[in-house]
């Protein structure tokens, strides 16, 4: 669009120079169309990826609610999280290191951290007890197998694809800062950043809301264990800048709460 309105004014400078009213006026109008051809042509590139981008939304929502489904979830859990890993990516001023186009697809591929669970017996997924060794052993098994369905549906969509920065999230989000994690006992800044968040966000939620083996603890527990386990659990920097902004995870979980059953 500038650059056609810049053509315009450049040909009418040329047209006033040689004295010729008419093809000021024919170019004017003539370079005013290609302007508006521009314009109508970006406000339909413009529609057309808002409508990939609520499309893709729409697939990974889906997968997300799938796998939650199986652990009696409403989809609250998912939108909370995107949320979360939204508010803790802006604020620590990780959100740079992405180009800005891709940040969408980070928190919306956040919904997919818990797709493995797809791979754990129900019968362990929702035993409203404690977990033996042996069941815990398997609970422990899901970010390797939702590392592979998403590694597998790479293949097909390509190493652009959100599904670089769902792997990423889902295979590494139960590992710890000071490598007592799984699958891998990853430590440190061996630990993708983006995982980093995740442990942060998953922790925090699963405390405030009620699960199958427990009730919702309140936000000040929630923020106290995130606060005893910096440098242990989470990545300190990332845990002082969710301290930082507690208040608002805290509102996040009012707005978006679970229905009540």
Not at 48 to 71: Q, V
Not at 106 to 127: F, N, T, Y
Not at 202 to 223: G, M, N, Q
Request: hydrophobic share 40%.
């Amino acid at each position: 669009l500038f650059v056609a309105v810049g053509l315009a004014e450049e040909n009418v400078l040329w047209g006033y120079r040689q004295r010729r009213t008419s093809m000021i006026v024919g170019v004017f109008v003539f370079d005013l169309f290609v302007a508006g051809f521009f314009l109508a042509f970006r406000r339909v590139a413009n529609r057309e990826r808002r409508a990939e981008e609520r499309f893709r939304e729409t697939i990974i929502n889906s997968m997300a609610i799938l796998a939650e489904h199986r652990d009696k979830g409403t989809g609250a859990h998912i939108q909370r999280t995107k949320a979360y890993v939204k508010l803790l990516l802006e604020r620590s001023g990780s959100d740079a290191l992405y180009p800005r186009k891709d940040l969408p697809l980070i928190w919306q591929s956040a919904a997919l951290h818990d797709i493995g669970k797809v791979g754990v017996p129900d019968a362990i997924l929702l035993k409203p007890g404690s977990l033996t060794r042996e069941e815990f052993e398997i609970v422990r098994q899901h970010p390797s197998i939702g590392g592979d369905v998403l590694g597998r549906t790479q293949e097909l969509l390509g190493k652009d694809s959100f599904v670089v920065y769902a792997r990423e999230i889902t295979e590494c989000h139960h590992e710890k800062w000071d490598g007592s994690g799984y699958p891998r006992g990853l430590k440190g800044e061996s630990i993708p950043l983006l995982a980093r968040i995740m442990a942060i966000a998953d922790v925090y939620d699963a405390i405030v809301t009620r699960r199958p083996y427990k009730e919702p603890l309140s936000h000040e527990e929630a923020v106290a264990v995130i606060r005893v386990g910096s440098g242990s659990h989470f990545d300190p920097r990332l845990a002082e800048v969710f301290l930082s902004c507690e208040e608002e995870f805290d509102a996040i979980a009012k707005k978006i709460p679970d229905p009540e059953t």
